[in-house]
């Protein structure tokens, strides 16, 4: 059998983030799945067919994939971001494990992407520089108990937070509540930067403190990122960049004015 | 001024997940910083002064490359992977910050890569594919205290955990105390994933639990991923593939059975 199933990032958004793997996996993919916005964003071919679906079908979507690679399709299901962070990554082995034994035996890979969490740190700066948590702020698959434990506990271990998902029109409540929970928690002076749509022509950055920020200030479209009692601000002397520089040390503590290197 | 400054992430290893913008500052670049098995990876050509440096002086090359960019030079500063998660973002921002007050003016940016975390995730399947945290496990630069308190309230809040810097000949027993603490707080069947050297010739992907884990599964070319209560592995029927997918559903609790979505 010579078809395959390659679950691609897509990356944040603009064409020079996506990677060259994910770039020959759509050239020579014969079926892209996603949902209707990504599909869109791989560019019409002869000999390539384009499946777009809305964004609350994810199984049947998965699954309608897995079916095209066992008929011997090249299939390639796309996410925005990284594939495997809040993504279809996930709803393809649900979609694998729950369904025919024979799927077990497909050629599915899964291709990294540059996630938007990465791409908002990057836009200000550093603000994952040193330890941090990731967390989906959206209850429509956990419970909304889940968030808030996990917010708090995150406070106490002094994470620096990525948030996905962080406001819809369906949940407006929830991120206000979750601004109200770390404001408790990690107090008005902390940082927190709304990275809206990063790396598109939409691409809208803002840094303000937990005192200041509202849940206005964010979308479905936003990367929210809090960061740790550590992290700071660095003001910039450059008219084109009206936003501060964030960042966070890699040191903590006694071993602040240390130079020695943890990096990978 | 004609100088800049770009923090770019070269990506876990292949050049195939080096993205397109990364790849032309790296051919517009008249000087570039970093590491040195990282400096080898960028060609040399005509024009371009590679300056290589040891693991321990990221303070002394941040310094460096910084005062290259403001006599005018345009400097590429290289980290593996994604440069925000501990790289050399964080270090060109407190050299930033602690010196020249002109430096402020410069043009300095960070280019996000695919990093060590993502890819090795993307190598078994989707084992962060729900909520997670990531944690540097060198305390060259914090205490081991902070670090034991961030492993428990971790799996306290049941994320999955990515770790970087595992092991070393300096650290021998951190990460031995490490697998402990997961142990006594995740239970023996908890899945845990060695990626060793992901995406390059060297690549070794081993799946297993923390009751049979050892800490010389890993060394520091190994990114550690410890799955949530939630993370999942399914067998493959493909010779080819010994090792199973890992991946981390969707849904938390009476919201297992949703198929609505909270990709962004």
Known sequence: MSGWLKIVGLGPGSDQLVTPEVSVVLAEATDVVGYVPYVERVAPRAGLVRHGSDNREEIQ?????????????????????????????????????????????????????????????????????????????????????????????????????????????????????????????????????????????DEVIRVTTLGEATPEMADMRTLVIVGSSQTRRIERQNSEQNEPWVYTPRSVGAKSQASTSSAV
């Open 61 to 201: 979507r998965a699954e309608q994939a897995l079916m095209m690679a066992a008929e011997g399709r090249r299939v390639a299901v796309v996410s925005s971001g990284d594939p495997g962070v809040f993504a279809m990554a996930s709803a393809v082995f649900e979609a694998l494990e729950a369904g025919d034994a024979h799927w077990r035996s497909l050629d599915v890979q899964v291709l990294p992407g540059i996630s938007a969490m990465l791409a908002a740190s990057a836009s200000v700066g550093a603000p994952l520089g040193h330890d941090f948590c990731c967390i989906n702020l959206s209850d429509n698959l956990k419970p909304w108990a889940l968030i808030e434990k996990r917010l708090r506990l995150a406070a106490e271990a002094d994470f620096a937070m990525a948030f996905y998902n962080p406001r819809s029109r369906a949940r407006p409540e929830g991120f206000a509540r979750t601004l109200e929970v770390l404001l408790d928690a990690c107090g008005p002076e902390r940082l927190i930067v709304f990275a809206r749509a990063v790396s598109t022509p």
